[in-house]
């Protein structure tokens, strides 16, 4: 499959934030006795009576117009920028697809070793950095944040990646004393292997290093805007693993028993293999 879409990244991530329940202000209580007199008489009844828009990012702490156009506000800047961070996040993951090898696979009948390091492509971090939202410079710092942590897990994973791959059955009974170039059965990267890195990945190690990444521990709601992110791009990649297909991958080698006087079918030792750009699909 492509990668991931960027469209249901994001209302993964709009969906986790709204599940936190954030109000707008967020230590607002209703004015009581001689003051919420006060406060009542100070709006018009319009003005108390605004609708709450529940499927916003943050929800008006009251029906007071203000505690509403200020939820709205907030999270018209929090939606931007999700909807931003994962346009990027998915171009980039896109172009390390289009980019990414399989530079070295070790062939023993129809079984193909992928070590470690299989998975060769371009850094994501600048890829998804030169489109992540940088419209000013208070976007920055979670732009990089974002980004430098979601590129730092994918090089560890993809570094890491270890596993197998199977070759049509001629390889394991080769009636030549070579095999020719064929490609791999396909299979997803789910099946085909796994890597430690894959503990980057996991959402509290995904929150916690864009946190420390931010540095700004008083940042308003960001631990709930990287938890949502971090959520969002670890369901992506467990639905992108499980159905991405490694395929097109070239092997080849010798079958030592072809030999006179036998002549005799055998299983190729020794081959070798190797993915070219366009081997995940």
Same mark, same amino acid.
């Given at each position: 499959?492509?990668?991931?879409?960027?469209?249901?990244?994001?209302?993964?991530?709009?969906? !986790?934030?709204?599940?936190?329940?954030?109000?707008?202000?967020?230590? $607002? !209580?209703?004015?009581?006795?001689?003051?919420?007199?006060? @406060?009542?008489?100070?709006?018009?009844?319009? &003005?108390?009576? !605004?609708?709450?828009?529940?499927?916003?990012?943050?929800?008006?702490?009251?029906?007071?117009?203000?505690?509403?156009?200020?939820?709205? &506000?907030?999270?018209?800047?929090?939606?931007?920028?999700?909807?931003?961070?994962?346009?990027?996040?998915?171009?980039? $993951?896109?172009?390390?697809?289009?980019?990414?090898?399989?530079?070295?696979?070790?062939?023993?009948?129809?079984?193909?070793?992928?070590?470690?390091? *299989?998975?060769?492509?371009?850094?994501?971090?600048?890829?998804?950095?030169?489109?992540?939202?940088?419209?000013?410079?208070? /976007?920055?710092?979670?732009?990089?944040?974002?980004?430098?942590?979601? %590129? +730092?897990?994918?090089?560890?994973?993809?570094?890491?990646?270890?596993?197998?791959?199977?070759?049509?059955?001629?390889?394991?009974?080769?009636?030549?004393?070579?095999?020719?170039?064929?490609? +791999?059965?396909?299979?997803?990267?789910?099946?085909?292997?796994?890597?430690?890195?894959?503990?980057?990945?996991?959402?509290?190690?995904?929150?916690?290093?864009?946190?420390?990444?931010?540095? +700004?521990?008083?940042?308003?709601?960001?631990?709930?805007?990287?938890?949502?992110?971090?959520?969002? @791009? !670890?369901?992506?990649? &467990?639905?992108?693993?499980?159905?991405?297909?490694?395929?097109?991958?070239?092997?080849?080698?010798? +079958?030592?028993?072809?030999?006179?006087?036998?002549?005799?079918?055998?299983?190729? /030792? %020794?081959?070798? *293999?190797? *993915?070219?750009?366009?081997?995940?699909?």
């Amino acid at each position: 499959m492509p990668a991931p879409q960027s469209s249901l990244m994001k209302l993964q991530a709009k969906n !986790k934030f709204m599940s936190f329940g954030i109000t707008i202000p967020t230590d $607002w !209580k209703q004015p009581q006795g001689t003051e919420g007199d006060h @406060y009542r008489d100070s709006f018009s009844s319009s &003005d108390h009576n !605004k609708p709450d828009t529940s499927n916003r990012l943050f929800r008006p702490a009251s029906t007071n117009i203000h505690h509403a156009q200020a939820a709205k &506000d907030i999270g018209d800047i929090f939606e931007t920028f999700i909807d931003g961070i994962c346009d990027a996040i998915c171009s980039a $993951w896109q172009q390390w697809m289009t980019a990414t090898t399989i530079p070295a696979v070790m062939i023993t009948a129809n079984v193909g070793i992928l070590p470690p390091g *299989g998975l060769l492509g371009p850094p994501k971090m600048p890829l998804a950095f030169c489109q992540a939202p940088l419209t000013s410079p208070s /976007l920055i710092p979670y732009s990089t944040a974002v980004c430098t942590t979601i %590129g +730092n897990a994918w090089l560890t994973w993809a570094t890491g990646f270890t596993g197998t791959l199977q070759f049509p059955p001629t390889f394991a009974t080769c009636p030549s004393p070579f095999h020719p170039p064929t490609p +791999n059965i396909p299979m997803p990267v789910k099946s085909a292997g796994a890597s430690p890195g894959e503990a980057m990945l996991a959402v509290p190690a995904l929150k916690g290093s864009m946190i420390g990444l931010l540095g +700004n521990p008083t940042a308003a709601f960001a631990p709930e805007l990287f938890e949502s992110i971090a959520e969002a @791009y !670890k369901f992506m990649f &467990d639905q992108w693993a499980a159905t991405t297909m490694i395929s097109n991958v070239m092997g080849m080698g010798a +079958n030592p028993l072809f030999v006179p006087p036998a002549f005799a079918p055998g299983p190729v /030792l %020794g081959g070798f *293999g190797f *993915g070219p750009p366009g081997c995940l699909v």
